[in-house]
């Protein structure tokens, strides 16, 4: 097993603590009830997807092949926050165009990131590619618009 270098973890604890003291400081557009449940789907989510893409068909994973527990902290202190930032700013009162361009955006800062990630050696790819993620962000950006949706549906009903 490779030895995790420097640039690996000065890279992982710069992203976490950037993106995260982002998300905390950010003007929150967002209201608790919104934040605790859209970054409680996205650990699920992201969990889900890590374990059958990652854990059962070994096509990309976290530091190196198998269960590490240092592989936790992107799901647990860099989705979220990408999350949080990502619903706090999108334009939901704007038209589909500026929509459209917004996730576009996101999905190519996401694609970038990610194209870090390998490079500095925290995340690898077995049998993906960078154009298989620029092809799923897109629609799991989607996914968590249409979670913080229902999160408000639910919260307008009654118990």
């Known amino acids: 097993m490779d030895k995790i270098t420097a640039i690996t973890w000065i890279h992982l604890v710069l992203s976490i603590i950037g993106l995260n003291l982002i998300a905390w400081f950010i ?31 070994h096509l990309y994973g976290y530091f190196h092949e198998g269960f590490e527990y240092v592989g936790l902290l992107p799901i647990f202190f860099i989705y979220p926050a990408v999350n949080i930032i990502f619903l706090n700013f999108f334009p939901y009162h704007r038209g589909v165009l500026s929509k459209t361009v917004n996730i576009i955006g996101w999905s190519i800062f996401s694609v970038a990131y990610e194209y870090s990630a ?25 996914i ?9 549906f639910l919260e307008k009903r009654p118990v």
């Open 118 to 142: 390998v490079s500095v050696g925290w995340f690898y790819y077995n049998h993906w590619t960078l154009w298989y993620s620029g092809l799923c962000y897109p629609p799991l950006f989607l």
């Open 144 to 152: 968590l618009l249409l979670n913080l949706k229902f999160t408000n």
């Open 27 to 57: 003007p929150k557009k967002l209201t608790r009830v919104e934040i605790y449940s859209t970054t409680l789907f996205s650990y699920g989510l992201e969990y889900t997807v890590d374990s059958i893409l990652n854990l059962h068909y």
